[in-house]
């Protein structure tokens, strides 16, 4: 029967493009739907790139994950004979005490990554792109960098169409369910479907193609701003690591200069806001805008705070801000990936092969239990 598949994944997106690839690796017969183009600005993943890093303030948990997901990006982009990892390094910067600095350095302890703690004065005099108030101090962890986020995406696409999978773009899934025979059955705009497994990687979109996980997000809009620099010298790669700024204003983050002539920074944290994902506009609030302006101006005197580009990128956040990798309750066939909160990017390469083993074997080798559903239902 032609429509049928032995995986169908609902959502080309980062972390659907790259379980794509890991399940038609693996020999499945993937179908990956895509509601949009297959590279869109209307989701999570595009402005060019996403940090990665190995020091994980947000807890040790992820640090095994990660650690995969950066092997993974080396070996597919070799594999596709492109580049989807670049390592700069990367530094955490906070006020000392304010428990972020100390977190990264936590998760370097438990797992013996290289690191170095900077003062203010190390920070000045190996950074000087970044002025920062006299009492934050820094960690440096040599292992960080970014991804080519959107590039990873046509690799990640591009290797499952090779390895026989059918991708169809500009086709949402509108429904599914579970047939007679332990399967699935989804409908689309243009058909219907059907497979033994069900991947869901919609994104923002998540609570519509799946109600118990619908009430634990809600969806928000953050912008990026790419800024002249006047001498790019102190913001090239080698001089300038991935960040991680934590000021009063919130989080802020940045990456070194790559193809784009502007320095890209992203944030704050305090300054995302609720959108609903079904309205079409994108565009930054004039408050985001002056977020991103106040910031260069404050912490990057020697760039211009006028923006060669602004952009708004949208994701999910849960109540306590970590990920939901688990199957739906009740229909053990369908397993989801909601790898939200604003950082999940990094971790696709590793959440794909994570959606490829558990709808295979059903099991995974990280421990997935602090990622559960049931975590929200035990706190109600
Ligand atoms: C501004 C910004 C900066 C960020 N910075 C970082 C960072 O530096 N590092 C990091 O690790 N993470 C970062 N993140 C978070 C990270 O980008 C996201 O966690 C990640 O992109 C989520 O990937 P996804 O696959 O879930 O979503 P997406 O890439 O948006 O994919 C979901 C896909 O599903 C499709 N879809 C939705 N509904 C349907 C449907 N019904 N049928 C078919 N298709 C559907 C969508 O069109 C979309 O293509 C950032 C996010 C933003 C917005």
Redesign the pocket.
């Known amino acids: 029967m032609s429509d049928h598949y032995d995986v169908i994944v ?7 493009s790259a379980a794509c690839w890991e399940l038609a690796k693996r020999g499945q017969r993937v179908l990956g ?4 183009d297959i590279g ?1 600005a ?4 595009h ?1 060019m790139t ?3 890093r190995l020091a994980y303030f947000e807890g040790s948990q992820y640090v095994p994950i990660v650690r995969r997901a950066h092997e993974l990006w080396q070996e597919t982009g070799r594999r596709a004979d492109t580049q989807l990892l670049y390592v700069t390094g990367s530094v955490d910067l906070a006020p000392e005490g304010a428990g972020f600095v100390e977190s990264s350095h936590q998760s370097c302890l438990d797992h013996g990554l290289t690191h170095q703690l900077l003062n203010h004065a190390e920070i000045k005099a190996r950074f000087p792109a970044f002025s920062l108030p006299s009492g934050h101090v820094g960690l440096w962890q040599p292992d960080g960098g ?1 991804v080519a ?1 959107e590039r990873a ?1 046509y690799t990640h696409v591009g290797l499952a169409q090779a390895a026989g999978a059918t991708i169809r773009a500009n ?4 429904d599914w369910s579970v047939t007679a025979h332990g399967g699935v059955k989804v409908t ?1 705009a243009r058909g219907t479907y059907t497979a033994g497994r069900l991947v869901l ?5 998540m609570d ?2 799946n109600p118990a996980l619908a009430p634990h997000i809600k969806t928000v809009r ?3 701003g790419w800024y002249t620099v006047r001498n790019p010298e102190p913001f090239r790669i080698g001089n300038f690591p991935v960040f991680i700024l934590t000021v009063d204003e919130g989080n802020f ?1 940045g990456f070194p200069l790559w193809e784009h002539p502007g320095f890209k920074l ?1 944030g704050p944290h305090f300054g995302r806001e609720p959108i609903d994902p079904s309205q079409p506009d994108r565009t930054p609030t004039e408050r985001q805008a002056n977020f991103l302006k106040d910031a260069i101006e404050k912490y990057f005197p020697d760039a211009s705070p006028e923006p060669l580009a602004l952009k708004g ?3 999910t956040v849960t109540p306590d801000e970590h990920f939901v990798i688990d199957t739906i309750p009740g229909a053990e066939q369908v397993v989801f ?4 909160s ?7 390469s590793a959440i794909g092969e994570i959606l490829a083993d558990l709808s295979i074997t059903g099991a995974s080798r990280f421990d997935l239990s602090p990622f559960s559903l049931s975590r929200f239902m035990r706190a109600a």
């Open positions: 609902a959502g080309v997106g980062g972390m659907g739907l895509e509601r949009f869109h209307m989701g999570s993943s402005g996403r940090i990665i970014f986020s995406i086709e949402p899934v509108l689309t990687t919609s994104g923002a979109w519509t193609l953050q912008a990026i983050y992203g990128c949208i994701y990936a909601s790898c939200c604003g950082h999940g990017y990094k971790f696709a």
